[in-house]
């Protein structure tokens, strides 16, 4: 049974600097990884997918990488800024089967 | 090209009354998954559903919940004599083939239960 674990659970870090959140996952055996943002009260937004085959996705400030054979994947914000505030979920899309499975979020402050 | 589209957006309802909620999936997109958010958690998964199929329900509650993805019109998720524990805002998600691609979300639904 997929776990979808993500750390840390809160982050506050000063504008300007480079962050790592992180999410782990307990089935190695997905078809792809996705990273999404959810802002309070709102829907999700997709930031990042990693199909099972690839290392990394880029996106502008955004960077997330999947290693299977350790069941983690990282996001890498860099230059946070304000507006990046939210809550940050990765979720994984498991082979064999149809759910989804999401972790529980980290969520991160951005301070001006 | 819209993307998923989910009314309505807030929903109350008194106990013991039903909730339907409406899906309409991206254009192209034949699969629609369910999911519950309850306050504070994470998104759980509930139902995934193509044209008139429903393929896993594995998350669905047994009693009192259902959902629907007819060959016309949008996906509807059917919440029969709602409990206050049914307050939770409900995503869905479409996506061209079933989760292998990219899973777009709709804006969610509101649901309060008083």
């Known amino acids: 049974k997929q776990e979808v674990t993500q750390i840390p659970a809160a982050l506050s870090v000063p504008e300007g600097e480079n962050l790592v959140l992180n999410c782990s996952f307990t089935?190695?055996?997905?078809?792809?990884l996705q990273w999404f943002r959810q802002d309070p009260g709102k829907g999700l937004t997709s930031l990042l997918l990693?199909?099972?085959?690839?290392r990394e996705q880029t996106s502008g400030r955004l960077n997330a990488s999947l290693d299977k054979s350790s069941g983690r994947s990282t996001l890498y914000i860099a230059a946070s800024q304000p507006g990046d505030s939210a809550t940050y979920l990765c979720?994984?899309?498991?082979?064999?089967?149809?759910?989804?499975?999401f972790g529980a979020g980290t969520r991160l402050f951005v301070k001006a | 090209n819209a993307g998923v589209m989910q009314n309505p957006r807030h929903l109350v309802r008194r106990r013991g009354q039903e909730a339907r909620l409406r899906c309409s999936p991206m254009?192209?997109?034949?699969?629609v998954y369910w999911y519950r958010q309850l306050p504070e958690e994470g998104l759980k998964f509930m139902v995934y559903?193509?044209?008139?199929?429903?393929?896993?329900e594995s998350g669905m509650p047994k009693e009192r919940f259902s959902a629907e993805f007819p060959k016309e019109g949008p996906s509807i998720l059917r919440i029969q004599q709602v409990v206050r524990g049914d307050s939770a805002a409900y995503f869905c998600?479409?996506?061209?083939?079933?989760?292998?691609?990219?899973?777009?979300f709709g804006p969610g639904t509101r649901l309060t239960v008083t």
């Open positions: 089935d190695s055996a997905i078809y792809n």
């Open positions: 990693i199909q099972s085959s690839q």
């Open positions: 979720a994984a899309f498991n082979t064999g089967g149809f759910k989804t499975i």
């Open positions: 559903l193509q044209k008139e199929n429903i393929i896993d």
């Open positions: 998600a479409s996506s061209p083939l079933r989760g292998i691609d990219e899973q777009y």
């Open positions: 254009k192209g997109h034949s699969h």
